[in-house]
């Protein structure tokens, strides 16, 4: 039972949030907090206190014995900004209940005991389905203390910090097993069971024959991925519902595809009903993998349904994450899941430096000076390549002007590839400024470092043409000073003096500055390559200091 005291209003509407999430597990002692707290040291095995550390620190000094028997204590500060874990972190649990706290109360756990190992990640949290000791391991490597990981099968995890050995383990196996004693089993889905059914199969005939199949081989349920099969039985209900009952996708192939692929056992019967002399091995093969079961049928008589199991391969991983222009609260929550998920970063060195403090211990950092983007992309595929989960890290979005398009030219396809949006430094100017990008709009690197400079005024010429608002990206450096003034020159010819330019330099970074002026106003001497340069169209309008480029298109009139 968790004994929950307060003192204050803010206090009881914790304990209230608390009690109603976890109705079973907690008991709410009234009353005046000394007799409270010592009340619920005597009945509970945990306490959640809505007090300042330093109260409850006097409280319970006199009633501790040993951290063996001793109730794990955690405070909870009068914002709710934090939950502390006190007393008992290990054996009272106060670390692992510190983080479920701090996550019910969206406060940060505060966790002293082994400092160094408190950015691990959740077990729960892996995207993996996990069995077993979850609290029991999840508290030991809160605590530091050695995990062993076996993996049956190689699977792109984050850095778990895991030893050689320990007295607490992590496997990873998609095999029948039972966890350990203080051991949990992640499941990966790395088991792609092909099936092949007559029309009107029953449900229960599929799925029952998966199942059999699963178990004989020792193979856990939980680990499969997916049902694969022939694109003429994407509607087949037997299928769809096994599928739905087990929680996984069905994906399907053509009869030409499957026909191509080398299996053990073809037969002369699919390919009669469906045009390929194998469906289930074939399906769950095409996409390579190690064939565990070979094609079976039901127990039924007439059989209706066929299944085989691969094990496909561990893949690696790639995301290719946008960090946003430089604020830590333009950074997405999805950038920042994605960081921590993986075991190796790849990065420019001032963007690495950026985000260094959200990486998990553990994590390999591979990073570079400016200049060596395609030795950067390499690294980062290669990784991923071995199996890895690396996450290439760009500033604003990865892939505007940066590392997605170079990564992606190096993979191939035996590697996943996740792509995280980022905002990029448009965006991120554009607010700045008001609303310069309303309407049609382009951004243009000036930068001939890659592209010829007849390639980029072809595209100066036709946005000035077309009246597109225009974003310049690296609009000038100490080598490069002539481009911005031909640039606007050329926009000049199709836009009055007076329009709208804004420039931004250091969007959302701690030396932002920002200014709107106008074609002829405005010094190039005054932009460097940390601003992006904003040109309005001919509707865009400076009001109250702000850019504003008009919706146009009459559309606030009635469109008849
Ligand atoms: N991937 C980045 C762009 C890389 S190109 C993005 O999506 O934003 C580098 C150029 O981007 C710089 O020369 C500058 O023009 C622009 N830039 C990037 N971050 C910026 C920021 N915070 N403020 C202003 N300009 C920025």
Avoid at 12 to 36: F, L, M
Avoid at 154 to 180: C, N, Q
Avoid at 202 to 216: K, M, Q, Y
Avoid at 268 to 285: K, M, R
Wanted: with cysteine.
């Amino acid at each position: 039972m968790i004994g929950l005291i307060s003192a204050t209003a803010a206090g009881s509407a914790g304990c209230r949030r608390v009690a109603s999430a976890w109705p079973g597990r907690t008991r709410v002692y009234e009353g005046p907090v000394g007799d409270a707290v010592r009340r619920a040291f005597a009945e509970c095995e945990q306490l959640v206190c809505f007090l300042a550390t330093g109260a409850v620190v006097r409280l319970v000094a006199p009633l501790l014995v040993d951290k063996a028997s001793d109730p794990g204590i955690v405070c909870v500060d009068e914002g709710g900004r934090f939950a502390v874990s006190l007393v008992g972190g290990h054996g009272g649990g106060a670390n692992e209940l510190a983080r479920e706290v701090g996550e019910l109360l969206g406060a940060e756990p505060v966790v002293t005991t082994a400092t160094d190992s408190v950015g691990v990640p959740g077990l729960d949290t892996l995207g993996l389905p996990v069995e077993g000791d979850v609290a029991g391991v999840s508290r030991a490597m809160l605590d530091g203390e050695a995990v062993a990981l076996r993996a049956d099968v190689a699977w792109p995890l984050p850095p778990l910090r895991v030893a050689e050995a320990g007295a607490y383990s992590i496997r990873v196996s998609d095999r029948a097993v039972e966890p350990a004693e203080r051991e949990v089993v992640l499941r990966p889905p790395s088991l792609v069971v092909g099936v092949g059914a007559s029309k009107g199969a029953p449900v229960d005939e599929v799925l029952g024959l998966v199942e059999d199949a699963l178990r004989d081989a020792g193979l856990s349920v939980k680990s499969v991925a997916e049902l694969a099969t022939v694109d003429a039985k994407a509607d087949e209900p037997g299928i769809l519902g096994a599928a739905e009952r087990l929680g996984v996708p069905v994906v399907t192939y053509g009869a030409e595809e499957l026909a191509a692929v080398d299996v053990p056992n073809p037969s002369d019967a699919p390919l009669a009903a469906v045009g390929t002399p194998s469906v289930a091995e074939a399906a769950a093969l095409l996409r390579g993998g190690e064939l565990l079961v070979p094609k079976r049928k039901s127990a039924a008589r007439p059989a209706m349904a066929t299944c085989a199991v691969v094990r496909r391969p561990g893949r690696g991983r790639l995301a290719v994450v946008g960090l946003g222009p430089g604020a830590r609260d333009l950074l997405t929550p999805r950038a920042k899941d994605e960081l921590r998920r993986a075991s190796v970063l790849v990065g420019l060195d001032q963007y690495v430096d950026q985000i260094r403090d959200l990486l998990l211990p553990g994590t390999r950092v591979l990073e570079s000076g400016l200049g060596a983007e395609e030795e950067r992309a390499r690294t980062a595929v290669a990784e991923a390549r071995l199996g890895q989960a690396v996450a290439l890290i760009g500033s604003g979005d990865a892939g505007v002007y940066a590392m997605a398009s170079p990564a992606l030219a190096e993979a191939s396809d035996d590697i996943d590839v996740v792509g995280v949006p980022g905002v990029t430094a448009a965006l991120a100017a554009g607010a700045i400024l008001g609303a310069p990008l309303g309407h049609d709009h382009v951004s243009i690197s000036l930068s001939d470092l890659h592209t010829p400079w007849e390639v980029i005024e072809r595209r100066v010429r036709a946005a000035a043409e077309a009246d597109l608002v225009v974003t310049f990206y690296n609009p000038r450096s100490r080598g490069r000073d002539w481009q911005l003034p031909k640039a606007l020159t050329i926009l000049a010819g199709h836009r009055k003096p007076t329009t709208p330019v804004g420039v931004v330099r250091n969007a959302s970074r701690p030396d932002e500055s920002s200014r709107v002026t106008t074609l002829a106003g405005l010094d190039p001497a005054t932009v460097d390559m940390m601003t992006v340069v904003t040109v309005g169209n001919t509707a865009t309008r400076e009001i109250a200091g702000r850019m504003v480029t008009p919706r146009g298109y009459r559309w606030q009139e009635d469109p008849k």
